[in-house]
């Protein structure tokens, strides 16, 4: 049981580069969002689903896009990097009957 | 939607002494989690409180959920090397969590 896998661990990528982060979970969640944590600051929502097909937006969801085609698998594409999205990012999942974030190791994302 | 302050930003001890970091909210929460995060890892569970002036204790851990659900507290009793973190509160609705900014414990030896 892997629980919540995040791929890659460290990407540097240059302005306008675009990319995709990956999240994946075994653990039959529905809920599955994506946080971003700049320094010396808390978790922002950036895009999150309550389960297969569905998607919404969070709290800073501009330059960012996410899919949810199956219950495992919850893709965070940057469409233009930006400095301004350097960060680390993590993937969390929850279950329906659970107020408990699962999270993933996290994504360390450097744009130049 | 709702939001919650958390206070202090840093805390600073010395190894033995006792650390509470607190988080307030404007509105009633029907419920509250508390996560660590190590330098350089990710959040982790540590507790749930949702009922009024509910207490619940892990070993040197101690967590309030005010009586008018309002604001909640952490107080670690005798800080120890390993409680180096960050400590967060969050409040969560349907699978959407908004967490507070943490505090950043730091012990000295």
């Known amino acids: 049981n892997a629980g919540v896998t995040q791929t890659p661990k460290f990407q540097v990528l240059k302005t306008g580069q675009s990319m995709t982060l990956q999240c994946a979970q075994d653990?039959?969640?529905?809920?599955m969002s994506w946080y971003r944590q700049d320094p010396g600051m808390g978790l922002r929502l950036i895009h999150y689903?309550?389960?297969?097909?569905?998607?919404d937006q969070g709290e800073v969801p501009n330059g960012y896009n996410v899919s949810r085609s199956t219950t495992e698998d919850f893709p965070l594409r940057l469409l233009s990097a930006a400095p301004s999205q350097t960060s680390v990012y993590f993937c969390?999942?929850?279950?329906?009957?659970?107020?408990?974030?699962?999270f993933g190791p996290g994504t360390r994302l450097l744009v130049l | 939607g709702q939001q919650v302050m958390q206070i202090p930003q840093y805390q600073h001890v010395q190894e033995g002494e006792d650390f509470t970091t607190y988080c307030n909210s404007s509105?009633?929460?029907?419920?509250i989690q508390w996560y660590k995060q190590r330098p350089g890892g990710h959040p982790v569970f540590l507790i749930q409180?949702?009922?009024?002036?509910e207490v619940k204790k892990q070993k040197r851990l101690t967590f309030q959920f005010g009586e008018a659900k309002k604001n909640s507290s952490l107080h670690i009793t005798a800080t120890q090397t390993t409680d180096v973190g960050t400590y967060f509160c969050?409040?969560?609705?349907?699978?959407?969590?908004?967490f507070g900014d943490g505090t950043t414990l730091t012990v000295k030896p």
């Open positions: 969390a999942t929850t279950g329906p009957y659970s107020e408990t974030q699962y």
């Open positions: 653990m039959n969640h529905e809920y």
């Open positions: 689903s309550v389960g297969a097909g569905i998607t």
């Open positions: 509105t009633t929460l029907s419920n």
């Open positions: 409180l949702v009922k009024s002036g």
């Open positions: 969050a409040i969560t609705n349907a699978g959407k969590s908004t």
